[in-house]
């Protein structure tokens, strides 16, 4: 993320379910939890630390952690190897069949860059 000063943050992901009900847990590169959200129509949880926290959608809870909205629509389609381009967001899929996404947002504010390495 471009901020000042800049952001950046890796980590691994698992991912499963569908945009509307899933579940994302990110750990840290060393193999720690770092967090679970388990999104539904219902709602998003977010479980972190021993805590539990409510979310009315995935945009309110990605915008209040992370500063902007993550395109979680758009990151299902991505790693579909599809493009997603009423996302806000400029997928590069030109590696996919290597395991590399490059996403970039310019607008609105941060401008932010999303890199995924997929492992089978």
Same mark, same amino acid.
């Not at 999104?39 to 945009?59: A, E, H, N």
């Not at 967001?89 to 030109?94: G, K």
């Given at each position: 993320?471009?901020?000042?000063?800049?952001?950046?943050?890796?980590?691994?992901?698992?991912? %499963?379910?569908?945009?509307?009900?899933?579940?994302?847990?990110?750990?840290?590169p060393?193999?720690?939890?770092?967090?679970?959200?388990?999104?539904s129509?219902?709602?998003?949880?977010?479980?972190?630390?021993?805590?539990?926290?409510?979310?009315s959608?995935?945009?309110?809870?990605?915008?209040?952690?992370g500063?902007?909205?993550?395109? %979680?629509?758009?990151?299902?389609?991505?790693?579909?190897?599809?493009?997603?381009?009423?996302?806000?967001?400029?997928?590069?899929?030109?590696?996919?069949?290597?395991?590399?996404?490059?996403?970039?947002?310019?607008?609105p504010?941060? %401008?932010?860059?999303?890199?995924?390495?997929?492992?089978?």
């Amino acid at each position: 993320m471009q901020s000042e000063p800049p952001q950046s943050w890796s980590a691994s992901f698992d991912l %499963v379910g569908t945009p509307v009900k899933g579940e994302l847990t990110l750990s840290s590169p060393l193999g720690s939890s770092l967090a679970t959200v388990q999104w539904s129509p219902d709602g998003v949880v977010l479980i972190q630390s021993g805590q539990t926290r409510q979310f009315s959608s995935m945009d309110h809870l990605t915008s209040e952690l992370g500063g902007g909205a993550l395109p %979680v629509v758009a990151l299902f389609e991505w790693l579909g190897g599809r493009q997603a381009p009423d996302s806000g967001w400029d997928a590069d899929l030109s590696r996919f069949d290597e395991g590399r996404i490059l996403a970039s947002r310019n607008a609105p504010l941060p %401008v932010a860059e999303l890199r995924l390495i997929i492992e089978p």
